[in-house]
């Protein structure tokens, strides 16, 4: 986890992309960011490299932890907070680390 937080902090420095509800101003939600910038989803990264590392552990909680990990990103786009490309980049991203860490781990 903390890997995936400081990839995402260096992503969200090196690409500055904003935010869609920055960019639209009539999104539904009325949430405050937890920062300006969009690429790549923290929570995203956060959530898969949980779900990956912990099912590689358990097995038989791997459905239930990926539906988590999915409904954490999907809940970020349909929030205004986060971009498709975004949530999908954090997903690649974070179930790499969990895989990584679940290997180092073994």
Do not use: N
């Not at 937890?34 to 779900?51: M, R």
Request: aromatic content about 10%; hydrophobic content about 55%.
């Amino acid at each position: 986890m903390a890997t995936g937080v400081t990839l995402f902090l260096e992503l969200k420095r090196a690409f500055r992309r904003k935010r869609p509800c920055a960019l639209e101003p009539h999104c539904w939600a009325d949430l405050l960011p937890p920062d300006q910038f969009s690429f790549s989803s923290g929570h995203t990264i956060t959530a898969f490299a949980v779900a990956v590392s912990l099912g590689g552990f358990y097995p038989e909680m791997l459905p239930g932890l990926l539906f988590s990990a999915i409904s954490i990103a999907a809940s970020r786009v349909v929030l205004g907070m986060h971009f498709l490309s975004d949530v999908l980049a954090g997903a690649a991203l974070g179930a790499t680390l969990g895989a990584i860490a679940t290997a180092l781990i073994s």
